[in-house]
């Protein structure tokens, strides 16, 4: 048992000074003004901290098979980054290879993740369409806890799925309950591109953000959009990058369709120049999709997050070393895409966010852990503070400042692309399931001790554009 002792409250409803009492089946057992520490019970001090609860990151890619290689953190090493960043869940990407069935795979990342220290869940791939697909979908979302599927429209030859099987998985994943997810990116476009750019002889990481600019991404969020409102099932777009992705979005809520928008720290804070320069490793290691973009793309996010039009954060944590980097130093199309940041989601949307006004901490809360529980139906078991909520709780210095450096981080890559960043909001304790697992700087995450979060399906209406 663990006792949360004098510390302030906040949740995306509101703040107020209580503490919380931990049980020993890992749930909040009380929540009180005051609550007198039962006899054995460890207490935590909460004094001068916000309690809030722990964050979900509801975009990793943990040791993913990408590009010719793997991602480098594994479901250990990077659910522990995560604890130490106040990170208590994470929902990862199953990717069923053309060979293997969806349940297969499920069941492959499934023992792939025994090893995870925090508490996650799979979003399914669907990366192409047949009577299989169809009856494996409903296998995932019944019998094994699935309730969310990911479709990427970017990756031609590689992951892409064409419109056709993506209407067929929306509908499919609507009559069962689940939502779909998706990279909103033209990979045909962007495959043209690329293609123009190398005969061009630009091979360099500086031509991966010409060969993605703005529009690939607002005419795929646009279409995916289109489409989900054909059926009028709803969508959730993962990264969204620019201006015109939070555009497609906004304007589709307000026509009543039911899209939600993901927002990765790292987009709030980068631009385009990341790429500019003579170091080209330095350059690949902000190698990711959507690449980053120019500045203005950036108010846009924030508008959208302040005005609760983009509901999420994630991290996209998919981390490869330089080694890995260096597969694509003669062509940039071979640099595997992606970058880490689960560690650094909180403190640098606190330093940028609610540091600066632009959110509540309410709203910090409700975009970093309790949105997701809602839109992926774990809420209030993940994303609350309510008696009988998993004690899964982060105690956060809103004052507090550190330095990012690969130096000290726990994430298992040689880089962070926040290096040398000051930022101010720290994790100072973390719990897990009334555990405390991050305490100052001392990481006591255990290895396996994450479980699985079976997510069920929830029927919602069929919701077609007015
Ligand atoms: N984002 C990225 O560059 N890598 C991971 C795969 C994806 O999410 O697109
Ligand atoms: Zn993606
Ligand atoms: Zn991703």
């Excluded at 001068?48 to 290689?69: K, Y």
């Excluded at 509908?171 to 045909?188: F, K, P, S």
Aim: aromatic share 8%; net charge negative.
């Amino acid at each position: 048992m663990l006792h949360v002792k004098g510390g302030t409250l906040v949740t995306a409803e509101g703040s107020k000074r209580a503490d919380i009492l931990c049980g020993p089946d890992g749930k909040i057992a009380h929540v009180a003004s005051t609550i007198e520490t039962p006899t054995g019970c460890d207490v935590v001090d909460a004094a001068g901290l916000l309690v809030m609860p722990g964050g979900i990151d509801p975009h990793t890619h943990m040791e993913m098979p990408f590009m010719g290689t793997i991602a480098s953190d594994d479901f250990y090493t990077g659910t522990a980054a995560g604890l130490a960043g106040g990170t208590t869940s994470i929902i990862d990407f199953v990717i069923p290879d053309s060979r293997t069935s969806l349940v297969d795979a499920w069941k492959a990342w499934r023992q792939k993740a025994q090893k995870s220290a925090a508490d996650y869940g799979f979003h399914v791939a669907i990366t192409h369409w047949n009577d299989q697909i169809y009856h494996d979908m409903k296998t995932l979302v019944e019998q094994c806890g699935v309730n969310s599927f990911k479709h990427f429209m970017a990756y031609k030859n590689a992951l892409m799925v064409e419109d056709e099987a993506f209407l067929h998985s929306m509908r499919r994943a609507a009559e069962l309950g689940a939502i779909c997810t998706v990279h909103a990116e033209n990979g045909d476009a962007v495959a043209y591109l690329q293609q123009d750019l190398l005969s061009e002889g630009r091979t360099g990481p500086e031509a991966h953000p010409v060969s993605r600019p703005p529009a690939v991404e607002g005419e795929a969020a646009h279409r995916a959009i289109t489409l989900a409102g054909l059926l009028g099932v709803p969508i959730y777009i993962v990264h969204v990058s620019t201006q015109e992705g939070v555009k497609a979005i906004s304007e589709a809520r307000l026509r009543g369709q039911e899209v939600y928008g993901e927002v990765l720290p790292q987009h709030l804070v980068f631009d385009e120049s990341v790429y500019e320069g003579s170091d080209w490793l330095k350059a690949a290691q902000y190698v990711m999709s959507p690449p980053f973009r120019p500045k203005h793309h950036q108010a846009a996010l924030w508008g959208g997050m302040m005005s609760g039009q983009l509901q999420t954060t994630a991290t996209d944590h998919c981390c490869f070393c330089a080694p890995q980097k260096e597969m694509g130093k003669t062509d940039f199309t071979r640099i595997p895409n992606g970058t880490p940041g689960i560690e650094d989601r909180m403190s640098v949307l606190w330093h940028y966010g609610v540091k600066t006004g632009k959110l509540s901490p309410e709203q910090f809360v409700a975009l970093t852990s309790t949105n997701t529980a809602q839109i992926f139906n774990i809420y209030p078991q993940k994303g609350s503070l309510e008696i009988g909520a998993d004690a899964d709780i982060v105690l956060w210095d809103p004052d507090a400042e550190r330095t990012i450096s690969a130096k000290t981080h726990h994430q298992n890559v040689d880089y962070n692309i926040y290096e040398g960043m000051t930022v101010t909001g720290v994790a100072k304790k973390t719990i897990s399931k009334g555990h405390l697992v991050w305490n100052e700087g001392d990481l006591r995450a255990v290895r396996g001790a994450g479980q699985y979060i079976a997510r069920q399906p929830k029927s919602r209406n069929i919701r077609k554009p007015l």
